[in-house]
Nanobody, 121 residues
Framework: QVRLVESGGGLVQAGGSLRLSCARS????????MGWYRQAPGKQRELVAALPSTGNTNYADSVKGRFTISRDNAKNTVYLQMNSLKPEDTAVYYC???????????????WGQGTQVTVSS
């Protein structure tokens, strides 16, 4: 069973910074990608940043130059450093992993429970 637990959310003033963490537990055969999504009230969930096992990182246009996704394999943790935060960044942020648990299993997405980020103006 794969479990993702996000932390680091909170209330911050515009222009401030937060670092989100997503700790993974459970055995995984291989990871294809890790990423962060967010969902604001009344809006659809949207991709914020993706970190594939191969290839380049991807960022939503709205966060490019302000957010950075990274991972620490030794700690089974993925991070999202968020700088120059804006009120429109307010949302619940979700960590996700696309992974395969066994060599014969098809890849699937796993999600954390989300962490609230609120940016005040």
């Amino acid at each position: 069973q794969v479990r993702l637990v996000e932390s680091g959310g909170g209330l911050v003033q515009a222009g401030g910074s937060l670092r989100l963490s997503c700790a993974r537990s459970g055995s995984i055969y291989s990871i294809r990608a890790m990423g962060w999504y967010r969902q604001a009230p009344g809006k659809q969930r949207e991709l914020v940043a993706a970190l594939p096992s191969t290839g380049n990182t991807n960022y939503a246009d709205s966060v490019k130059g302000r957010f950075t996704i990274s991972r620490d394999n030794a700690k089974n943790t993925v991070y999202l450093q968020m700088n120059s935060l804006k009120p429109e960044d307010t949302a619940v942020y979700y960590c996700t992993v696309n992974a395969v648990l066994t060599p014969t299993q098809a890849p699937r997405d796993y999600w954390g429970q989300g962490t609230q980020v609120t940016v005040s103006s």
